[in-house]
């Protein structure tokens, strides 16, 4: 029997909502959400957008917010980064490490994603590792060896601390393609052992597991009822706040 997991349902807005869109779309949002004690739900807005957020969320300690980026340096001449204690700084508590579109489009490396999760922790965020393999890669049989070749080298030099990892297979992201329920639940297996094999089984059993790739109001249920999902990061449809309220509620 595993321990019960909080369920997680984390909306990643990427280059969308600067902050009075951010107030708009929590003035909309926050009175469709019931507060619930066993589901957490994260918003990851753009850097610039996390103050005018965490203003809205005062009294709302269901809602966090995370950085969907952090540089590893805590300050320096690195012009157009934000740094993970700036983020902390601005109302982040989360930080999203890893995404597929900092790995594919802008070249973060496997070594990155560990300085990352370091500097994550170094400045009191909570890192979300997002791992997955491209449809190549699924197609050849090596999407475990893929997503453990991105998940082992950051539990290795991660050491303890809370920890989320969202399984997002490349090919499922902006595409409405979706990972069947099933898929879904055999890769959170492995990922669940993988994180055993590394951190021991009860640590392992504590982390939870997000699905993402083309979430919707109308498969959210379904997937957050799978097997070893324990919750689901949603990028194009977490941009409505009724669409997202809805796959709120589909968590547990
Ligand atoms: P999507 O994005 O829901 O638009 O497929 C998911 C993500 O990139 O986190």
Sequence with gaps: MS???RSVIAGNWKMHKGPSEAAAFLDRFLPLLPAEEDRTVILFPPAVSLGAAEERLLGRPDVELGAQHVHWEERGAFTGEVSAEIAADAGARYALI????????FGESVEETVRKVRAARRAGLVPVLCVGETIEERRAGRAEAVVEAQ???VLDAAGGGELLVAYE???AIGTGETA???????MHRFVRSVLSGALGE??????PILYGGSVKPDNAEELL????????LVGGASLDPEGFARICASGR
């Design 3 to 5: 321990a019960p997991r």
């Design 98 to 105: 890893g995404h597929s579109e900092r790995r594919h489009l």
């Design 151 to 153: 998940l082992r080298p």
């Design 169 to 171: 297979p490349v090919w």
């Design 180 to 186: 069947s329920p099933r898929d879904a639940s055999d």
């Design 202 to 207: 009860d640590r392992a059993r504590a982390v």
């Design 225 to 232: 009822g799978a097997p070893e999902v324990d919750g689901v």
